[in-house]
């Protein structure tokens, strides 16, 4: 057999190993019977059709092993994207495997403690129950994370930049930057709430000064240490001091911008959450606060992996931006 088909066969393999560990979490979930009582299933409407919670998480379960046969699919034309699906096969086969035995302990034996870690088919019955109010506060999130992340990244690189090109903006801001950003945004909350108007203005703040000292740091030290070599070349060129900064400085400092854009970009998630726990009308932190007081922890579940997905998303989203932005570094870098 020679090498191409041994290849072939490897990710053929790898796609089955992928989808697989799914199709048996689908079957035990189908076949198991619910043996610890206590677990109501009932159907919900939901937008017109009659859904239990074991039928939907299955329909889950069914469209994430969709998703890694289409990719798989995808993948199967392009050799970097073969191999990288390839190497994670293991990890997909694994994830169904925990999932299936997630959903015999915290569902079908309950032999987790409950209320406080149901299983998955549990989490999912939070959707069937309660959609409209999840979007609702999802894109509540969403809301106060873009403004308070855009206003966050704008203010911090014009700071960074400002900081690393003028010695004097360096000699007086500085030292408040480096203060000012050990302490954690959220002890500004009481502050906060005090001098802004709406609890929504407090938390884009709180949000812009959590994103704000990775963002400024990581901008100056960029600009800092941009080679005169490349001021030298452009002056040589006819560049000027405003040309120096837009077109050698800043953009040398994009691929430190970008570093602390991803950093800041968790910062920025985890303060929206507190915020949202500790004084917002809605919100995936408000939802958590609800929920958990009612012991819903199913709710708070379902929340968490919202938050993940978002998180992902938008982490994706940064990635995407920083790639198209930085491309000139394609071949240069590991």
């Known amino acids: 057999m020679s090498a191409a088909n041994n290849k072939s066969l490897s990710f053929y393999f790898a796609v089955f190993f992928s989808v ?9 979930n189908a076949v198991v019977p619910q043996i610890a009582t206590g677990v109501i299933i009932e159907n919900y409407d939901f937008y017109g059709l009659a859904l239990n919670m074991n039928g939907t998480y299955r329909i889950v379960l069914a469209l994430i092993a969709a998703f890694y046969l289409a990719e798989g699919i995808f993948s199967a034309f392009d050799k970097g994207r ?11 086969f694994a994830a169904g495997l925990a999932l299936l035995l997630w959903d015999l302990l915290g569902t079908k034996l309950l032999l987790l403690p409950q209320p406080f870690f149901p299983g998955p088919a549990g989490i999912v019955r939070a959707f069937l129950i309660e959609s409209d109010y999840i979007l609702q506060n999802t894109l509540y999130s969403l809301r106060l994370f873009f403004f308070g992340f855009a206003i966050g990244v704008v203010f911090g690189i014009g700071t960074g930049v400002l900081i690393g090109w003028f010695p ?41 000064i959590s994103v704000w000292f990775p963002v400024a740091s990581l901008a100056a030290s960029g600009v800092q240490s941009a080679p005169k070599a490349l001021f030298e070349v452009a002056r040589t060129l006819g560049a000027r001091t405003p040309g120096l900064l837009f077109f050698v400085a800043i953009p040398h400092a994009m691929p430190q911008i970008f570093t602390g854009i991803n950093t800041a970009s968790a910062f920025a998630f985890t303060t929206l959450v507190m915020a949202e726990m500790m004084g917002q009308p809605g919100g995936l932190g408000y939802y958590i606060n609800a929920s958990k007081v009612w012991s819903a922890y199913y709710k708070v579940f379902a929340a968490i992996i919202v938050m993940a997905i978002l998180f992902s998303l938008i982490s994706a989203l940064i990635k995407l931006v920083e790639a198209r932005v930085l491309r000139w570094q394609k071949g240069l870098l590991k």
Not at 20 to 28: Q, R, Y
Not at 178 to 192: D, E, H, K, L, Y
């Open 20 to 28: 697989i560990g799914f199709v048996i979490a689908i079957a035990a």
């Open 82 to 92: 073969r191999k990288k699906y390839q190497k994670r096969a293991a990890f997909r």
């Open 168 to 208: 004097k903006v360096y000699y007086w801001v500085s030292p408040v930057l480096n203060v000012s950003g050990v302490i954690p945004a959220v002890a500004w909350m009481p502050f906060a709430l005090t001098l802004f108007p709406t609890p929504f203005a407090a938390a884009v703040f709180l949000i812009v």
